[in-house]
């Protein structure tokens, strides 16, 4: 069964759906004013990983991740840039999709964007100051927090605590220093959309609650995010959710920690991150880094806990992965059958499998199901040494994918995997590689072992690695 650490609680603690086998989950995501860097990257992931394994254990997921597209730092950037605040929403939000897509992550099951939820959000706001719970000053609307007294449940903190080192609206006019505001009046300059206490536009906090209500329902089963978010957004969701409707907002509350460079946390603040982009296209790890390896870094270090971003780290992905990707290519190749390494490769995938989901139902253990999936390889190359049927090769490999697939990992074919995108002369395609392994072939049979040493070089010097075996024939890998 599985396990999540909920922050509203405090601990781990069986997860069990509001409706059988149906998950409602709401993920925080990207306010689209800048690219993606790895942090983003690492939440996305995380989240989208859940919802896999959620749907490998029988559920439904109706899985809603939003687009703030209206926000001081957007609208600080447009200004910056002079261009349309829609201008540059639509820029972002593109190259999110671009980034997610090369990562191997999938659209969520709904992706709406603030701007389109302006009703839901005016009306929302409008149910808090008619109970009392918001007040109205000069065309802005102020959540106030004394009116709600379970405010700092989530951060587990009281409200003049959570004041000190906050970051805090200034405004000397707020009933109390930690009002937070749900609706802004228009300045000069400003996008804004009508409502009861004139044109505006909404506060950062209001837009996930009126999203999140829209598409799950006042009550839903998860809420994610990093952990930067627990204080003050999420806290600040609850306060408002739950003052609005007189219900619970989410049941289970899941974050997850951040990328650090240096042991500090890698953010746009500071200035020590890397976007996604560059990873891929202009840094130095642009020459061998590909999504299934980055996947592979952020998964290996569970997600609650820090994860520090490093050359090494990304090595190690590359080292592990190119392990598997090697084994699954002799896994292709015929070979002779062993009835006693086939019993024991069968015990090792059911092992396997139940020591995956295990250690996946233990609160996202991915560490653990990479471990497993290592352990599993050992096997399978022991019980290749020893001889396996095409069948029984074949069986090993469908395991891999099979679990691999709630992971990301594991789907490409080898040379799928070791690809990299290259230009001009340098790109060459498989029929072309085989081709010159066919040429090299024919050489040494002809003894003309310089030209078969020539087109080996040809070949290396294109990032093209040939390993020849005992019965005459070559396999290469890029």
């Not at 809603?64 to 447009?78: Q, W």
Request: negative net charge.
């Amino acid at each position: 069964m599985l396990k999540l650490f909920n922050t509203l609680t405090g601990v781990k603690e069986p997860f069990e759906s509001l409706e059988p086998k149906h998950v409602r989950m709401y993920v925080c995501g990207v306010t689209v004013y800048d690219y993606c860097h790895v942090g983003h990257a690492r939440s996305a992931l995380v989240f989208e990983v859940l919802r896999r394994h959620l749907e490998r254990s029988g559920y439904a997921v109706t899985f809603v991740k939003n687009f703030t597209d209206v926000d001081d730092k957007i609208i600080g950037r447009a200004q910056q840039l002079e261009v349309s605040w829609e201008e540059l929403t639509s820029k972002y939000i593109d190259a999110y999709h671009d980034d997610m897509h090369r990562l191997g992550i999938a659209h969520a099951s709904r992706e709406p964007k603030a701007t389109d939820h302006m009703q839901d959000i005016v009306s929302l706001t409008d149910t808090l100051v008619r109970k009392g719970f918001a007040y109205q000053l000069n065309g802005d609307v102020y959540f106030q927090v004394d009116a709600y007294p379970a405010y700092g449940r989530l951060s587990k903190r009281r409200p003049e605590d959570l004041q000190a080192g906050a970051r805090v609206e200034i405004d000397e006019r707020k009933r109390h220093p930690m009002d937070f505001a749900l609706w802004k009046h228009r300045k000069p300059g400003e996008p804004s959309w009508p409502s009861p206490w004139g044109p505006g536009r909404p506060g950062w906090h209001i837009e996930c609650s009126a999203m999140s209500i829209k598409h799950l329902g006042e009550t839903f089963d998860i809420h994610g995010g990093g952990m930067d978010l627990i204080f003050p957004h999420h806290e600040n969701e609850i306060a408002q959710s739950c003052a609005a409707t007189g219900k619970e907002f989410a049941r289970y509350w899941v974050h997850n920690g951040f990328v650090q460079v240096n042991r500090e946390k890698m953010s746009k603040s500071l200035g020590n991150f890397f976007t996604i982009r560059e990873i891929f296209e202009k840094s130095n790890w642009s020459d061998f880094v590909t999504g299934e390896i980055l996947r592979y870094f952020l998964l290996s270090t569970h997600y609650h806990s820090p994860l520090e971003f490093s050359d090494q780290g990304l090595h190690d992905a590359k080292q592990a992965l190119d392990g598997f990707y090697d084994l699954f290519a002799r896994l292709a190749e015929p070979g002779p059958a062993s009835p006693q390494s086939e019993g024991r490769l069968l015990e090792a995938l059911n092992d396997t499998g139940r020591s995956f989901d295990n250690g996946m139902d233990n609160d996202l253990n991915t560490p653990v199901a990479l471990a497993e999936l290592q352990m599993l390889r050992s096997e399978v190359n022991k019980s290749l040494s020893e001889g396996l049927s095409t069948q029984e090769r074949r069986r090993a490999r469908d395991a891999f994918r099979s679990l691999g697939a709630v992971l990301g990992l594991f789907q490409a074919d080898g040379w799928e995997y070791t690809g990299k995108a290259r230009s001009g002369s340098e790109e060459q395609s498989v029929a072309e590689i085989e081709a010159q392994i066919a040429e090299r072939a024919e050489a040494k049979r002809r003894k003309d072992f310089k030209r078969a040493d020539q087109i080996r070089h040809e070949l290396s010097a294109r990032g093209i690695i040939l390993e020849d075996r005992s019965d005459g024939t070559s396999r290469w890998k890029r």
